[in-house]
T-cell receptor, first 109, second 112 residues
Framework: GENVEQHPSTLSVQEGDSAVIKCTYS??????FPWYKQELGKRPQLIID?????GEKKDQRIAVTLNKTAKHFSLHITETQPEDSAVYFC????????FGTGTSLTVIP | DTAVSQTPKYLVTQMGNDKSIKCEQN?????MYWYKQDSKKFLKIMFS???????INETVPNRFSPKSPDKAHLNLHINSLELGDSAVYFC???????????FGQGTRLTVV
């Protein structure tokens, strides 16, 4: 099956700084790469996604990049705010959704 | 309207018991999933199921079994519960082609 690795596991940034989370995957058949945000005690919710035929996608302060050749993709959050504090998961979809191990992001006011 | 709903939200039970968690989706999706999230927050796929195929993660003990009475429901049955089964279990659904998975609110299972 797919193996998704995610780094770092924890990340602290000052408010207003940028945060970058990186993921790699193993299955070249994976073609859809969503990112989820999970706040404490709540369900994971989609924040942005990218398909395999696109290299970059941006939505306001968040962006995702994908390098299919190298099998890695990244989440970029600019101008971080305290409400960005949460656990973020990357995922890769082939025949199932496989999730990375999560990154606990803390934005320090 | 709740897109993916699961019940109960909390479940406390003794070791050795058998329990079920129910999941329903009203999105018209054709694929449903069960994930286990442990204390380290890892989201591990347990099962995915559509009307054609059940994919079982090989690490899932056979005490766990999914049951789908129809396309909108995928229930999780757990036999002979063990302490290590304590976790939050999430149901999710999606279309078979590459779109996002929608999650239920989770069921926190505590085995004592």
């Amino acid at each position: 099956g797919e193996n998704v690795e995610q780094h770092p596991s924890t990340l602290s940034v000052q408010e207003g700084d940028s945060a970058v989370i990186k993921c790699t995957y193993s299955d070249s058949a994976s073609n859809y790469f969503p990112w989820y945000k999970q706040e404490l005690g709540k369900r994971p919710q989609l924040i942005i996604d990218i398909r395999s035929n696109v290299g970059e996608k941006k939505d306001q302060r968040i962006a995702v990049t994908l390098n299919k050749t190298a099998k890695h993709f990244s989440l970029h959050i600019t101008e971080t705010q305290p409400e960005d504090s949460a656990v973020y998961f990357c995922a890769a979809r082939g025949n199932q959704f496989y999730f990375g191990t999560g990154t606990s992001l803390t934005v320090i006011p | 309207d709740t897109a993916v709903s699961q019940t109960p939200k909390y479940l406390v039970t003794q070791m050795g018991n058998d329990k079920s968690i129910k999941c329903e989706q009203n999105l018209g999706h054709d694929t449903m999933y069960w994930y286990k999230q442990d204390s380290k927050k890892f989201l591990k796929i347990m099962f995915s199921y559509n009307n054609k195929e059940l994919i079982i993660n090989e690490t899932v003990p056979n005490r766990f079994s999914p049951k789908s009475p129809d396309k909108a429901h995928l229930n999780l049955h757990i036999n002979s519960l063990e302490l290590g089964d304590s976790a939050v279990y999430f149901c999710a659904s999606s279309q078979v082609t590459g779109t996002e998975a929608f999650f239920g609110q989770g069921t926190r299972l505590t085995v004592v």
